[in-house]
């Protein structure tokens, strides 16, 4: 290790759920499985103290300076933990270090189950769809799936990309799926300008963030699907088609 560094240690496991400590158990989570895998981080820096251990899980919580973070690392972390049935323990004192463990139940595989044949593959269409995804990978995935159905595709890399695709092409469009956090102007922004500049296109939001709701976004926001990353094909089609169709119910999330 060099000096001034510090060390980190991962350590993972398996643990019989009655053996973990019980008043952490019952006062924060109880579990619901006998046995729970874990994966723990440990270190040896400066640590934390109370006042920050209790908020480092809430959303916007940052203790870097401006620009340097959005606190939304840790929020998005403990909602999917908490989405797979699991939860994470954090023990830290200044001076001390600090440990992070997360826990996750362990279950035996399900034999697969059998799909209706009619909900195996959602249809496709022809219509022109808007795609704004600032992570190239992502938009290049949901291009490929999108045309590999019928659809014709239009790419932007953020908010204003878009902004000036909608205004020139606006009446081509019959659908727009973008995502909510971007540079330069994010997609809740965007829906609201589209909508200032009469697009008639429906949207649909994508998010990674566990803690980006219909609530947070804005007014008109929960007349939007909203599609949480990471997303399947089959999540991806399905929402399109419906949305598409007009069959999806306000402030639906998939």
């Known amino acids: ?7 980190i240690s991962l350590r993972t496991g ?8 019980r008043e952490f158990v019952v006062g924060s989570y109880r579990p619901a499985a006998r046995h729970y895998v874990f ?3 440990l ?12 908020k480092i899980f809430d959303p916007f919580f940052t203790t870097k300076v401006v620009g340097e973070g959005t606190g939304l690392g840790l929020s998005m972390i403990y909602g999917m933990v908490k989405q797979h049935g699991g939860w994470i323990d954090v023990a830290s004192a200044l001076g001390q270090g600090t440990s992070v463990s997360l826990y996750f139940p362990a279950c035996q595989p399900e034999s697969p189950r059998p799909t209706p044949a009619a909900a195996q593959e959602s249809r496709g269409g022809s219509e ?10 992502i938009r290049r ?3 490929r799936v999108l045309e590999g159905v019928g659809y014709e595709v239009r790419l932007a890399s953020d908010g204003e990309k878009a902004l000036a695709i909608l205004e020139n092409e606006g009446q081509k469009i019959d ?10 102007l994010g997609g809740a922004e965007l ?22 709701t219909h609530a947070n976004l804005h007014e008109n926001a929960h007349l939007t699907p909203l599609l949480n990353k990471p997303w399947s094909t089959e999540d991806l089609k399905r929402c399109v088609r419906e949305t598409l169709d007009g069959h999806i119910p306000t402030a639906t999330a998939y």
């Open 1 to 7: 290790v060099r000096e001034g560094a510090g060390r």
């Open 39 to 41: 994966f723990e981080v």
């Open 175 to 184: 659908l727009v799926i973008t995502d909510v956090v971007m540079p330069k």
């Open 141 to 143: 995935v949901a291009a």
């Open 191 to 212: 829906h609201q300008r589209a909508l200032e500049l009469g697009c008639n296109a429906p949207f649909i939001f994508t998010s990674g963030y566990s803690v980006v």
């Open 128 to 137: 022109t769809i808007l795609v704004v995804e600032d992570n190239e990978p």
């Open 43 to 54: 270190d040896d820096g400066c640590g934390m103290d109370e006042k920050t251990r209790s």
């Open 14 to 21: 398996i643990v019989e759920a009655e053996k973990v400590d």
